[in-house]
Antibody
Framework: EVLLMESGGGLVQPGRSLRLSCTGS????????INWFRQAPGKGPEWVGF??????????EYAASVKGRFIFSRDDSKGVASLQMNSLKIEDTGVYYC?????????????WGQGTLVTVSS | DIQMTQSPSTLSASVGDRVVITCRAS??????LAWYQQKPGKAPKLLIY???TLEDGVPSRFSGSGSVTEFTLTISSLQPDDFATYYC??????FGQGTKVEI
């Protein structure tokens, strides 16, 4: 069974940093792009960015709202993708999801984690 | 950036109704569109990809159509489990603002 699990969320003050992890099981994480989304309370999902697989050149893209502050990485040997969030702002508050496409050659995300809540507040 | 606009924002319907949700892209996206269903406290669930391809395991009462900038999600006969919020998404990126289907 394909599973994704986010961890690392919590309460953090504005300006501080937080690192989220996305652990995959039931598949070889290295074969897939990993996408990140977030969802503020009462709002729709917002694309944060993605890190593509080695087979896709490990290309990285960030949404404009997080570019320069967030950093994606992956350790395929451990089956873990990470999101380093720096200079956090109140508007970064939300549930953060990692997701995986339905196949190695698709960009449509069938598999999602359960999400981890990040609250940025003083 | 390409913007995705859904209508309506809220839709009141009854079991058995035919429901149509519209998504409009700010510029051409060919058929690079997905539809998701989301229930409170849960991650989005992929229903349709490439504008009209039904994801494995999704009931056939769901269908998608459209291309370029205009897309629709149709539920042919609304079931109790279908009351949820629906989102369109431009391939790997921007979501629409959502359509809540309520009783």
């Amino acid at each position: 069974e394909v599973l994704l699990m986010e961890s690392g969320g919590g309460l953090v003050q504005p300006g501080r940093s937080l690192r989220l992890s996305c652990t995959g099981s039931g598949f070889t994480l290295g074969d897939y792009d990993i996408n990140w989304f977030r969802q503020a309370p009462g709002k729709g999902p917002e694309w944060v960015g993605f890190i593509r697989s080695k087979g896709h050149g490990e290309t990285i893209e960030y949404a404009a709202s997080v570019k320069g502050r967030f950093i994606f990485s992956r350790d395929d040997s451990k089956g873990v993708a990470s999101l380093q969030m720096n200079s956090l702002k109140i508007e970064d508050t939300g549930v953060y999801y990692c997701s995986r496409p339905r196949s190695e050659y698709s960009g449509y995300d069938r598999y999602w984690g359960q999400g981890t809540l990040v609250t940025v507040s003083s | 950036d390409i913007q995705m606009t859904q209508s309506p924002s809220t839709l009141s319907a009854s079991v058995g109704d035919r429901v149509v949700i519209t998504c409009r892209a700010s510029q051409s996206i060919s058929t690079e569109l997905a539809w998701y269903q989301q229930k409170p406290g849960k991650a989005p669930k992929l229903l349709i990809y490439r504008a009209s391809t039904l994801e494995d395991g999704v009931p056939s009462r769901f269908s998608g159509s459209g291309s370029v900038t205009e897309f629709t999600l149709t539920i042919s006969s609304l079931q109790p489990d279908d009351f949820a919020t629906y989102y369109c998404q431009h391939y790997k990126r921007t979501f629409g603002q959502g359509t809540k289907v309520e009783i």
